[in-house]
């Protein structure tokens, strides 16, 4: 038993959608939560500066004394996890691998979708990830920038015409591939979900990287006897590096929960 927290961290709020599954799956958790909103989006950054915000944030967590932490972010994951991981006395997840595994047991023509970041499809994570669990398949992978500061505005409703006509640019080279299982390889992207499945023909599958590895985490912490006890009652707190209101609004939709007045702004340099 350890009720230590949990600690989460994103370039913004995409990393609540690993969140907001870690709260159904295991309410009693103690979870910590840093959105880097002052600096996102992150993708479209030179990797240096990627290893530096990822190291930044992972101090931050490890000094409010987590017992475990989560990347929720494709982008910090495909390109700094060996950095953060090394040496590390707690355990640490990323979400390339779980989605990954799931595609692989997902798809019936072989065929995988990968839609990320710039940064995380010009690391290669997801092929090499996919190709190592069965090099017979095939992935075709598309960068789709704008989607973070559209999920950062709020702006992912399939009825917008802006945000449509953006994802069926977006997912044309996927479309064209003829995918039957796409992996959402950034934590932003299931708040597009509705758009970007009425952007692919009906019956696609849709990976959520966010949910996946939440999952697998639980699992992990649990064979690790890592968890809470089931009378601790799940205390969630929340970072950010800009204002907290807008945060407090946009991620209360999200989770459908209130949480006015529960976000702090902090600095990280
Ligand atoms: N949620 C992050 C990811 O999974 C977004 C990265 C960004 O800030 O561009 O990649």
Do not use: W
């Not at 967590?61 to 590390?88: H, Q």
């Not at 590096?241 to 529960?262: K, M, R």
């Amino acid at each position: 038993m350890n009720s230590n927290p949990i600690g989460v961290f994103d370039s913004g709020i995409g990393g609540l959608t690993a969140v907001k599954r870690l709260i159904q799956l295991l309410p009693n958790e103690n979870i910590v939560y840093l959105g880097d909103t002052g600096r996102v989006p992150y993708g479209s950054r030179s990797r240096d500066t990627i290893l530096k915000y990822a190291r930044q944030n992972a101090d931050f967590l490890l000094r409010l004394g987590i017992k475990a932490m989560i990347i929720a972010c494709n982008t910090v994951s495909s390109t700094a996890f060996d950095d953060i991981s090394r040496g590390a006395s707690i355990p640490i997840f990323e979400v390339i691998n779980p989605p990954s595994a799931l595609a692989v047991r997902a798809t019936n023509n072989g065929k995988i979708g990968v839609i990320g970041t710039k940064a995380t499809v010009r690391s290669g994570a997801y092929r090499r990830a996919i190709e190592s669990l069965d090099p017979s398949l095939e992935v075709q992978c598309a960068a789709c920038p704008l989607f973070v500061p559209l999920a950062e505005n709020g702006r992912t409703s399939p009825d917008d015409v802006a945000v449509m006509a953006i994802t069926r640019d977006y997912l044309a080279p996927i479309v064209q591939f003829g995918a039957d299982t796409v992996i959402l390889g950034c934590t932003h992207y299931p708040l597009l979900r509705a758009a970007v499945a009425r952007a692919l023909p009906p019956g696609v599958t849709l990976i959520d990287s966010g949910a996946v590895t939440a999952e697998y985490a639980a699992g992990q912490l649990g064979a690790l006897g890592l968890l809470s006890s089931s009378v601790d009652t799940g205390v969630r707190r929340y970072f950010v590096t800009d204002a907290a209101e807008d945060f407090e609004s946009l991620a209360g939709a999200f989770l459908g929960a209130d949480i006015s007045g529960l976000a702090e702004q902090t600095s990280l340099e």
